[in-house]
């Protein structure tokens, strides 16, 4: 399932039963040979790759407002960047078969250029850009090099030290939080079993 393309994964502590993946609060415990909740994080010899690195499913050019940010460069349109997966929707959908996942391979630097050719301020990775974090911190960093500016959409399960990494880069981090924070959705629909993790998410 690991190939040589494949990259590895920025967040994560060795533990003495497995790898212990810091992108997002559920801190998945990831056996050797297996993939975490989000399948978007694989664990080979002591090791964790990112198995989303340069997947893009579509872009487009759009006004910012479609993502729901009023307050941030009004009235300007964004370059908007779908990735596959949404943390309601990780299942075999999002894979080709059983090792490849749907999607365009975009290198940071391409997709960043494309950005620039439109002509937009800012690059909008879409819900949920945590699954795609180190993909999404390198194209913001080659996007602030030529002056775009980068938001990322998820549903605040991104883990504060994910989020501390995204801050020298990311200019806005959009939440959406589902059926009102409530407890039994987030367990029963999200593997969530403390919601008080997401606040803590947003603070």
């Not at 559920?26 to 994080?41: I, K, Q, T």
């Not at 991104?158 to 959009?174: E, Q, R």
């Amino acid at each position: 399932m690991v190939s040589k393309k494949l990259r590895h994964a920025v967040l994560f502590e060795k533990t003495k039963t497995g790898i212990k993946c810091l992108v997002c609060i559920r801190e998945c415990l990831v056996r050797d040979g297996s993939a975490g909740f989000c399948r978007l994080y694989f664990s080979k010899k002591g090791k964790l790759y990112t198995l989303a690195w340069g997947k893009v499913v579509a872009t487009e050019v759009a006004p910012i407002e479609k993502a729901h940010v009023y307050h941030f460069l009004p009235g300007s349109k964004a370059f908007f960047v779908y990735l596959p997966g949404d943390s309601l929707l990780l299942n075999e959908n999002i894979f080709k078969s059983e090792e490849e996942l749907i999607g365009k391979n975009i290198a940071p630097e391409k997709l960043a250029s494309k950005a620039k050719k439109k002509k937009v301020k800012t690059i909008i990775f879409g819900e949920d850009a945590t699954y795609h974090f180190e993909y999404v911190l390198r194209v913001a960093r080659v996007a602030k090099r030529i002056g775009i500016r980068s938001i990322a959409i998820t549903q605040g399960l991104i883990n504060p030290a994910a989020v501390k990494k995204w801050s020298k880069y990311i200019d806005g981090i959009l939440v959406k939080i589902k059926a009102s924070l409530s407890p039994g959705f987030y367990s029963n629909f999200l593997n969530i079993r403390n919601v008080n993790l997401v606040k803590q998410v947003l603070k």
